[in-house]
């Protein structure tokens, strides 16, 4: 079992720089795939980015390349995302969300946190 907490949202202005944070509680997180996903009224629920807890590998969707980042601090059980240069269209709310790799490499996202919301104002 894996709990999950996000922290960091608010309202932010806009080309600001947030860090929204997910502590875990978990005895490790070492077969686990953390991700950040975020979600607007009306739309589905999209990944942002996601880390390999095992081999700090990550990825991210294009909208947010160059401007986010996904990292871990494994002492502290702790996923980050640092992102910058925030725009309207990241307002959303964001979940943590951890998982492990089932069939064909694809993750199951089996742990979700409550999630935070950002709201960007211009």
């Known amino acids: 079992q894996v709990q999950l907490v996000e922290s960091g949202g608010g309202l932010v202005q806009a080309g600001g720089s947030p860090r929204l944070s997910c502590a875990a509680s978990a005895r490790t997180l070492s077969p686990y795939t953390v991700a950040w996903f975020r979600q607007t009224p009306g739309k589905e629920r999209e990944v942002v980015a996601t880390?390999?807890?095992?081999?700090?590998?990550?990825s991210y969707v294009d909208s947010v390349k160059g401007r986010f980042t996904i990292s871990r601090d494994n002492a502290k059980k702790t996923a980050y995302l640092q992102m910058n240069s925030l725009n309207r269209e990241d307002t959303a709310v964001y979940y943590c969300?951890?998982?492990?790799?089932?069939?064909?490499?694809?993750?199951?996202?089996?742990?979700w946190g409550q999630g935070t919301q950002v709201t960007v104002s211009s």
């Open positions: 880390i390999s807890w095992s081999t700090g590998r990550t």
């Open positions: 969300a951890a998982g492990r790799t089932v069939a064909f490499g694809s993750v199951r996202y089996d742990y």
